[in-house]
């Protein structure tokens, strides 16, 4: 996209007016969006539209566009999406690696707490087969 003008190039969505504004000031064009929400009527799910109608001024006339916008849009929308699938997709394996960590370091600790818990039973019996012998040996010659 090639955009010639006297001002900055503007950034997607280029309207000077109908914008939705959250509290952090971030802003996006809502002239002509329509909202659908999922509702419950008489125990069925139901799908409600409302249509926003906010009005939007024209842009700058010293705005030259090389492509039409609404090609501009049909090219980046879809590698906008793939960008999102993307990153969710990559999220989900970072989380789950992050799992199999989180899981395997904890095995690792009860393995630890499991060899040292065996190894005293089995120096404790070993202990206990010594002090046995000895003792069978000094009762021997005692006797």
């Known amino acids: 996209m090639h955009i010639r ?4 190039p503007a950034v ?17 064009d809502a002239a002509n969006d329509e909202v659908f929400k999922l509702t419950s009527k008489g125990g069925q799910f139901s799908v409600e539209r409302e249509s926003s109608a906010i009005p939007t001024g024209d842009l ?27 990153r969710s997709l990559q999220e989900s394996l970072a989380s789950e690696l992050a799992a199999r960590m989180n899981a395997m370091g904890t095995a690792s600790d009860n393995a630890k707490d499991l060899r040292k818990t065996l190894s005293n039973k089995y ?8 002090t046995q012998e000895i003792s069978e040996i000094v009762s021997g010659a005692s006797a």
């Open 60 to 86: 700058d006339p010293s705005l030259i566009f090389e492509q039409d916008p609404s090609q501009v849009l049909d090219a980046l929308l879809p590698l906008y999406l793939n960008g999102c699938l993307l």
């Open 12 to 28: 997607l969505p280029m309207a000077p007016a109908g914008e939705l504004c959250n509290v952090d000031g971030t802003c996006v």
């Open 123 to 130: 120096n404790k019996q070993r202990q206990a087969r010594i």
């Open 5 to 8: 003008a006297h001002m900055p």
